[in-house]
């Protein structure tokens, strides 16, 4: 729920064509900008989905958040050349959300 809305702002940044963002244009994964704000907008709006289903214990929502945080870690990584001090911590949170979602797990029992 946190990575979700971070994505999200700044895919409508990346749709606004806002000047924030550096263009390159020696970089493999070359996109416009609104590409760009289009993708973060979707993986921003399927995080959340996932984030609200591992919040009301729906059986698939661990599964889902761990798909779509190693699709918004990978967007991150390719993100970087244009905005690197948002892609950083957002790829680092990503990694905590991955660990978290993967180690910890409350079952049936209550948790012993």
């Given at each position: 729920?946190?990575?979700?809305?971070?994505?999200?702002?700044?895919?409508?940044?990346?749709?606004?064509?806002?000047?924030?963002?550096?263009?390159?244009?020696?970089?493999?994964?070359?996109?416009?900008?609104?590409?760009?704000?289009?993708?973060?907008?979707?993986?921003?709006?399927?995080?959340?989905?996932?984030?609200?289903?591992?919040?009301?214990?729906?059986?698939?929502?661990?599964g889902a958040g761990v798909a779509v945080t190693g699709i918004s870690m990978i967007t991150q990584f390719m993100f970087v050349p244009y905005y690197p001090a948002?892609?950083?911590?957002?790829?680092?949170?990503?990694?905590?959300?991955?660990?978290?979602?993967?180690?910890?797990?409350?079952?049936?029992?209550?948790?012993?």
């Amino acid at each position: 729920m946190l990575s979700g809305p971070l994505s999200i702002l700044v895919g409508a940044s990346g749709i606004a064509e806002d000047n924030l963002f550096a263009v390159s244009t020696r970089y493999v994964y070359r996109f416009d900008l609104t590409a760009w704000g289009v993708i973060h907008l979707v993986v921003g709006v399927a995080l959340v989905v996932a984030g609200l289903a591992i919040l009301t214990n729906k059986s698939w929502g661990r599964g889902a958040g761990v798909a779509v945080t190693g699709i918004s870690m990978i967007t991150q990584f390719m993100f970087v050349p244009y905005y690197p001090a948002w892609a950083i911590p957002v790829m680092a949170l990503d990694l905590v959300i991955l660990f978290a979602l993967t180690r910890f797990h409350v079952g049936a029992d209550g948790g012993r």
